[in-house]
Nanobody
Framework: QVQLEESGGGLVQPGGSLRLSCAAS????????MAWYRQAPGKERELVAE???????DYADSVKGRFTIASDNAKNSWYLQMNSLKSDDTAVYFC????????????????WGEGIPVTVSF
């Protein structure tokens, strides 16, 4: 089993920045897919940013050029640097992991954090 814990959310003014962190713990050595999703009130959960074990990255069009996903593989952690925040970025942000390696054992399950709120407002 793998547990994910987010940190770093909160209230920020439009144009400001926040850095979200996700720490993975439990039975794992490596992760194939590390990602951030978000869910705004009344909307479906959507992919914000994704980082692959191979180094590939993908971003939602709405955050390209403003958000950056990065990882610290030694700590099984990843981050979402959010700059130039807009009110439309207000949502609960979830970290997500899929494809977990423990030695030569592979777990194809998907794991989610509990979510952390980000509010962009004056």
């Amino acid at each position: 089993q793998v547990q994910l814990e987010e940190s770093g959310g909160g209230l920020v003014q439009p144009g400001g920045s926040l850095r979200l962190s996700c720490a993975a713990s439990g039975s794992l050595d490596d992760i194939n897919v590390m990602a951030w999703y978000r869910q705004a009130p009344g909307k479906e959960r959507e992919l914000v940013a994704e980082l692959l074990r191979t180094g590939g990255r993908d971003y939602a069009d709405s955050v390209k050029g403003r958000f950056t996903i990065a990882s610290d593989n030694a700590k099984n952690s990843w981050y979402l640097q959010m700059n130039s925040l807009k009110s439309d970025d207000t949502a609960v942000y979830f970290c997500h992991a899929a494809g977990i390696w423990k030695g030569t054992d592979f777990d194809n399950s998907a794991y989610w954090g509990e979510g952390i709120p980000v509010t962009v407002s004056f």
